[in-house]
């Protein structure tokens, strides 16, 4: 079974540049997450998708930060424009659906995105 | 308060002992509790899940939950040097939020 893709798995770009990631799930998996973590650090949840829906999106900077999730499977999200405190990596997971019960499933993670803004 | 508490180590073991990794939560209403490898330069890695107290063996591993005292361990018997790597303990309540700890350094020492 094919894990979570993401691309690219490296960027370096100028402050104030836009810039995107993209992440394709497990198959099946209806629950997305994107992830931001820095050196030290645990992952930091960016925005959660139930399938196209955008659950928890509160610790997403909406101001530069925008991300979609169209038909449910894939997901993009994008910063624009990029400032040097973006410089980190940027984690895509994805999980089944929540259990009856309502706890969250394990989540399994992409290879992730670095970010370096020059 | 952190709502996950990790030490952050190093901690060093030798090889073919026990290391154990210990991991605290402050929302009693925590119903999952994960254990994930990281490597440096990689993504983190489920190793364990563990949803009721007691604990849960596979393999090498095993996972301890004590809910009353808020608390959840990883031990891994017979370490080995590449069992080295950043360990993330992480809890997930109803609402589907998953919160992560800093990560333990583990190094296995020959």
């Known amino acids: 079974e094919a894990g979570v893709v993401q691309s690219p798995r490296y960027k370096i770009i100028e402050k104030k540049q836009p810039v995107a990631f993209w992440c394709n799930p497990i198959?099946?998996?209806?629950?997305l997450y994107w992830y931001l973590q820095n050196l030290g650090q645990g992952p930091e949840l960016l925005i959660r998708?139930?399938?196209?829906?955008?659950?928890?999106d509160s610790q997403l900077p909406k101001d530069r930060f925008s991300a979609e999730r169209l038909k449910g499977v894939d997901s993009t999200l994008k910063i624009q424009p990029a400032e040097l405190g973006d410089s980190a990596v940027y984690l895509c997971?994805?999980?089944?659906?929540?259990?009856?019960?309502?706890?969250?499933?394990?989540?399994?993670f992409g290879p992730g995105t670095r970010l370096t803004v020059t | 308060q952190k709502e996950v508490e990790q030490n952050s180590g190093p901690l060093s073991v030798p090889e073919g002992a026990i290391a154990s990794l210990n991991c605290t939560y402050s929302?009693?209403?925590?119903?999952?509790f994960f254990w994930y490898r990281q490597y440096s330069g990689k993504s983190p890695e489920l190793i364990m899940f563990?949803?009721?107290?007691g604990d849960k063996e596979d393999g090498r591993f095993t996972a301890q939950l004590n809910k009353a005292s808020q608390y959840v361990s990883l031990l891994i018997r017979d370490s080995q040097p590449s069992d080295s790597a950043t360990y993330l303990c992480?809890?997930?309540?109803?609402?589907?939020?998953?919160?992560f700890g800093s990560g333990t350094r583990l190094s296995i020492r020959p």
């Open positions: 997971a994805s999980s089944p659906s929540l259990r009856l019960a309502g706890a969250p499933y394990e989540q399994y």
């Open positions: 198959s099946g998996h209806n629950t």
């Open positions: 998708y139930e399938n196209e829906e955008a659950v928890d």
């Open positions: 929302d009693r209403g925590s119903q999952s």
């Open positions: 563990i949803y009721s107290n």
């Open positions: 992480a809890w997930g309540s109803s609402a589907s939020k998953i919160i």
